[in-house]
T-cell receptor, first 112, second 112 residues
Framework: ETGVTQTPRHLVMGMTNKKSLKCEQHLGHNAMYWYKQSAKKPLELMFVYNFKEQTENNSVPSRFSPECPNSSHLFLHLHTLQPEDSALYLC???????????FGPGTRLTVL | AQSVTQLDSQVPVFEEAPVELRCNYSSSVSVYLFWYVQYPNQGLQLLLKYLSGSTLVESINGFEAEFNKSQTSFHLRKPSVHISDTAEYFCAVAAGGGKLIFGQGTELSVKP
């Protein structure tokens, strides 16, 4: 595996479910990011982690809970989501927070 | 505060025609600019970047962008497009602390 991988690629869940998105980077980077991409809207930065520490929470609702156990892995735990949370969730990584970001393929989430 | 405006949401062109995708930014700090491309069902890939130095930057697949400080623009150009260039293109400005502020995207559609 190379680059940034995300699993699952597609996820359908009900509003009462709990699920997790996983991101793994094989680039030796120190910073990782979660973005939300909704139709007809700019990409929205959700969270930034630098050396496993959260450095940015862009006013994200608490039903989204990130976890970064080490510099290579990033999770996004989901619970009691709303239909408007349906979107493509993209993970990215960079060597440092000021470097270019490399993106994963995304998880297409549908909340019913 | 930083912001990015992509003036065209959709740009249809014929194969082998030239194309320009427009991007204007506002930034109160040092300007780092990026163009990313997103092919269907994939994540974003870095196309080119401006960090400092020459105001004209090029990608390996024939795209180029010119940083124009006086016009606060970073337009993307290609003299002759291919069918395979059909994708969505995002302009972004670095906002510090790992944040990238993205424009709303321009959908380039190349027709035979």
């Amino acid at each position: 595996e190379t680059g940034v991988t995300q699993t699952p690629r597609h996820l359908v869940m009900g509003m009462t479910n709990k699920k997790s998105l996983k991101c793994e980077q094989h680039l030796g980077h120190n910073a990782m990011y979660w973005y939300k991409q909704s139709a007809k809207k700019p990409l929205e930065l959700m969270f930034v982690y630098n050396f496993k520490e959260q450095t940015e929470n862009n006013s994200v609702p608490s039903r989204f809970s990130p976890e970064c156990p080490n510099s290579s892995h990033l999770f996004l735990h989901l619970h009691t989501l709303q239909p408007e949370d349906s979107a493509l969730y993209l993970c990215a990584s960079s060597q440092e927070v000021y470097n270019e970001q490399f993106f994963g393929p995304g998880t297409r989430l549908t909340v019913l | 505060a930083q912001s990015v405006t992509q003036l065209d949401s959709q740009v249809p062109v014929f194969e082998e025609a030239p194309v320009e995708l427009r991007c204007n930014y506002s930034s109160s700090v040092s300007v780092y600019l990026f163009w990313y491309v997103q092919y269907p069902n994939q994540g974003l890939q870095l196309l080119l970047k401006y960090l400092s130095g020459s105001t004209l930057v090029e990608s390996i697949n024939g795209f180029e962008a010119e940083f124009n400080k006086s016009q606060t623009s970073f337009h993307l150009r290609k003299p002759s497009v291919h069918i395979s260039d059909t994708a969505e293109y995002f302009c972004a400005v670095a906002a510090g602390g790992g944040k990238l502020i993205f424009g709303q995207g321009t959908e380039l559609s190349v027709k035979p």
